[in-house]
């Protein structure tokens, strides 16, 4: 499956999207995350870490200095976050190449901030439809991200909640 979309109603919707994600993840998946501010990212975030069984004492946030956090999980999870960055030309300096497509999951949100091209196995965009409605898109970019879409359409999303 090359794209696929699902619409949340409030941020427990789109963390539980995020935590299907998560349960779904195998080591090497490299995850894009764009969306304007407040678009829900980091609320997304949250729900992988849950997925992959990160410890709740290692809370995912959207870090103010930090361009990478690592929460211990079942697998890894290497969190890039570039908001802070008004354009990124080589994650090279951040040990991006360490991560990606390692042992763990690599989430980056404000991915569109990076001016060339990162290897990756699923594109997603969150749209802001109201005060609690998203959008969710995403594009398998490896087959990675299409067993991956495979594996989240055929939970069914069925009205919009999750199965």
Not at 41 to 54: D, H, M, N, R
Not at 91 to 105: I, K, N, V
Not at 109 to 123: I, K, N, P, Q, Y
Request: aromatic share 8%; with cysteine; charged share 25%.
């Amino acid at each position: 499956m090359e794209h696929w979309e699902a619409t949340t109603g409030s941020p427990e919707e789109t963390r539980d999207l995020g935590r299907l994600l998560g349960e779904f993840a195998v080591a090497g998946l490299v995850v894009l995350l764009n969306g304007d501010l407040g678009a829900g990212k980091t609320c997304f975030a949250q729900g992988v870490a849950s997925g992959l069984e990160v410890s709740a004492a290692s809370p995912v946030t959207s870090p103010s200095y930090t361009l990478l956090n690592i929460h211990h999980g079942r697998l890894p999870l290497y969190h890039f976050d570039l908001y802070r960055l008004s354009q990124v030309d080589d994650l090279t300096d951040l040990g991006y190449d360490d991560f990606a497509e390692g042992d763990g999951l690599t989430l980056v949100e404000w991915a569109d901030r990076m001016t060339g091209v990162l290897v990756a196995s699923v594109d997603v965009f969150i749209e802001h439809l109201s005060e609690h409605q998203r959008k969710l898109s995403f594009k398998a970019l490896d087959d990675r991200g299409r067993d991956l879409l495979s594996q989240l359409a055929r939970t069914a999303w069925l009205g919009d909640k999750p199965m």
